[in-house]
């Protein structure tokens, strides 16, 4: 089972194509207001996630979710 | 402040007004027929309605609703559970069961109202939906109201479902899958025979919803799981009355004698005024001549084939399969707009749609043909797009 870091760090790999932006990518970047991730990205970013750790992550976390530390938190509490 | 969050949609429509061009909420001033009417002041054939039967005009429906207004008067003002459930609502749940070969259906006030209240009541907290990610948006808004743990499977891909299934392990006898018959915006139809497959495998309850094949498909017009041939393996069928049965209305038709059960726990049914007589009579009508009359749907399906045919010559990317919704994909929102106005200045009027509405990042004219379109119709929209073609407005290397 991964953890907090492992999540993150994939996560970072993850938003690099999507980073067109070429901001920092750190826990407290914002997906939408720092890259400008649209709900489609978002939505694809996620799917890679869940393809990545073979896990499902259920819509009803997203609307608590705006950095990417809050997703990895979000994700990793779905597999204790 | 409050209306901030509206100003993307406020910017969209000055520029659309800025351009002089109405794509939503055109107002048909005038019916001439079921494929006819007029639209800002010009007779145009209507190619964007779901009229799929031509039902909506047909005289037999128009003198069922008209002797139910006699006999009922304009409405039932209250809820089917109060003072709103008459006969011919009654009729109209045992006919739709019948149809559907079951014992239970609840008939609702819209097809919107079917499919929220129907995936918000069927799963709860502690129990999975899996939904199909293109999903219809009344379907996102009532398994949002659900309280259940909410996963998306990508758009018809049996694999992703199967692999999602896999991961909740003991947890499928608690999970409702919902797919749809064919999708709405690109006319695909899902792979209905591997995902009752995979639901056969793993185990779950499956809800489809046939709004845009029910009188479409299949060997009576039950729709695309009778035309996969995997109706057992459906646990409710959902959809409406406003498409191919040409009134207002939804259903929810089930074998499970628990849909009686749930039907006093649907907010959408409990909590709104039951559909007006006169619909109810007319849909009863319509679903009469669907059942006796099969060539509707050859008519239909000889359309669709000749539309898409003709736009695939023209070069135009369409969606992926033959369908009574023919989809053209624009490469943006600006062609989009031009587009639709010159179609409509062409005497054609046809869906606009654009994100979010649409599948991904897609821009789409959206044609959906009915049986009541003659061949020569047919032809004049093939015509009309051709002179989006030579006017340069549309130019197929451009098209996404």
Request: charged share 20%; with cysteine; glycine share 10%.
């Given at each position: 089972?991964?953890?907090?870091?492992?999540?993150?760090?994939?996560?970072?790999?993850?938003?690099?194509?999507?980073?067109?932006?070429?901001?920092?990518?750190?826990?407290?970047?914002?997906?939408?207001?720092?890259?400008?991730?649209?709900?489609?990205?978002?939505?694809?970013?996620?799917?890679?996630?869940?393809?990545?750790?073979?896990?499902?992550?259920?819509?009803?976390?997203?609307?608590?979710?705006?950095?990417?530390?809050?997703?990895?938190?979000?994700?990793?509490?779905?597999?204790? | 402040?409050?209306?901030?969050?509206f100003q993307e949609m406020a910017d969209f429509q000055a520029e659309l007004a800025g351009k002089h061009v109405k794509p939503f909420g055109a107002v048909t001033e005038e019916l001439l027929?079921?494929?006819t009417g007029m639209v800002q002041g010009k007779q145009v054939i209507l190619a964007g309605t779901n009229?799929?039967?031509?039902?909506?005009?047909?005289?037999?429906?128009?003198?069922?609703?008209?002797?139910?207004?006699?006999?009922?008067?304009?409405?039932?003002?209250?809820?089917?559970?109060?003072?709103?459930?008459?006969?011919?609502?009654?009729?109209?749940?045992?006919?739709?069961?019948?149809?559907?070969?079951?014992?239970?259906?609840?008939?609702?006030?819209?097809?919107?109202?079917?499919?929220?209240?129907?995936?918000?009541?069927?799963?709860?907290?502690?129990?999975?939906?899996?939904?199909?990610?293109?999903?219809?948006?009344?379907?996102?808004?009532?398994?949002?109201?659900?309280?259940?743990?909410?996963?998306?499977?990508?758009?018809?891909?049996?694999?992703?479902?199967?692999?999602?299934?896999?991961?909740?392990?003991?947890?499928?006898?608690?999970?409702?899958?919902?797919?749809?018959?064919?999708?709405?915006?690109?006319?695909?139809?899902?792979?209905?025979?591997?995902?009752?497959?995979?639901?056969?495998?793993?185990?779950?309850?499956?809800?489809?919803?046939?709004?845009?094949?029910?009188?479409?498909?299949?060997?009576?017009?039950?729709?695309?799981?009778?035309?996969?041939?995997?109706?057992?393996?459906?646990?409710?069928?959902?959809?409406?009355?406003?498409?191919?049965?040409?009134?207002?209305?939804?259903?929810?038709?089930?074998?499970?004698?628990?849909?009686?059960?749930?039907?006093?726990?649907?907010?959408?049914?409990?909590?709104?005024?039951?559909?007006?007589?006169?619909?109810?009579?007319?849909?009863?009508?319509?679903?009469?001549?669907?059942?006796?009359?099969?060539?509707?749907?050859?008519?239909?399906?000889?359309?669709?084939?000749?539309?898409?045919?003709?736009?695939?010559?023209?070069?135009?990317?369409?969606?992926?399969?033959?369908?009574?919704?023919?989809?053209v994909?624009l490469?943006d929102r600006s062609q989009a707009i031009d587009c639709w106005q010159a179609l409509l200045n062409a005497g054609v009027y046809v869906n606009m749609v654009v994100p979010?509405a649409t599948?991904?990042?897609?821009f789409l004219l959206r044609n959906s043909?009915?049986?009541?379109?003659?061949?020569?119709?047919?032809?004049?929209?093939?015509?009309a797009?051709?002179?989006l073609?030579?006017?340069?407005l549309l130019?197929?290397?451009?098209?996404?």
């Open positions: 089972m991964a953890d907090y870091r492992e999540y993150l760090e994939f996560m970072y790999g993850a938003l690099g194509p999507l980073n067109k932006k070429n901001v920092e990518l750190t826990e407290t970047t914002d997906l939408v207001a720092d890259i400008g991730l649209s709900s489609l990205e978002v939505m694809e970013f996620i799917e890679k996630i869940e393809d990545h750790f073979d896990i499902s992550i259920p819509l009803n976390i997203l609307p608590d979710v705006n950095t990417i530390g809050e997703l990895a938190q979000k994700v990793q509490g779905l597999n204790p | 402040m409050l209306f901030d969050k027929t079921a494929t009229n799929y039967l031509g039902l909506s005009y047909d005289q037999r429906c128009i003198e069922a609703a008209e002797a139910a207004l006699k006999k009922w008067g304009t409405g039932t003002t209250g809820s089917r559970l109060a003072n709103g459930s008459f006969a011919e609502h009654q009729a109209l749940e045992a006919e739709m069961a019948d149809f559907y070969g079951v014992d239970h259906a609840i008939c609702f006030s819209t097809g919107y109202a079917a499919t929220m209240g129907m995936t918000a009541t069927l799963a709860g907290p502690g129990d999975v939906i899996l939904l199909d990610g293109d999903s219809h948006s009344s379907i996102y808004s009532g398994v949002k109201l659900s309280g259940a743990e909410v996963i998306r499977f990508k758009h018809s891909d049996p694999d992703d479902l199967a692999k999602r299934l896999r991961r909740l392990g003991d947890r499928t006898g608690n999970t409702l899958i919902i797919a749809e018959g064919i999708y709405s915006m690109l006319g695909d139809v899902a792979p209905l025979q591997e995902i009752a497959a995979i639901k056969r495998e793993y185990g779950g309850y499956l809800m489809i919803d046939e709004a845009h094949s029910m009188g479409v498909m299949g060997e009576t017009g039950r729709g695309a799981a009778q035309a996969a041939g995997i109706e057992d393996d459906v646990d409710f069928f959902a959809g409406t009355f406003s498409k191919s049965l040409g009134g207002i209305g939804g259903f929810c038709t089930s074998r499970h004698p628990e849909l009686e059960v749930i039907r006093f726990c649907i907010r959408a049914y409990i909590f709104t005024a039951s559909s007006t007589p006169s619909v109810v009579a007319s849909t009863r009508e319509a679903l009469r001549i669907i059942r006796a009359e099969p060539e509707l749907r050859d008519k239909l399906w000889n359309n669709a084939n000749r539309l898409y045919a003709g736009l695939e010559n023209l070069g135009l990317t369409l969606g992926p399969q033959v369908s009574p919704v023919v989809a994909q490469a979010p599948p991904s990042t897609n043909v009915s049986a009541a379109h003659t061949t020569e119709q047919i032809d004049q929209i093939i015509g797009y051709a002179g073609l030579d006017s340069g130019n197929p290397d451009q098209a996404a």
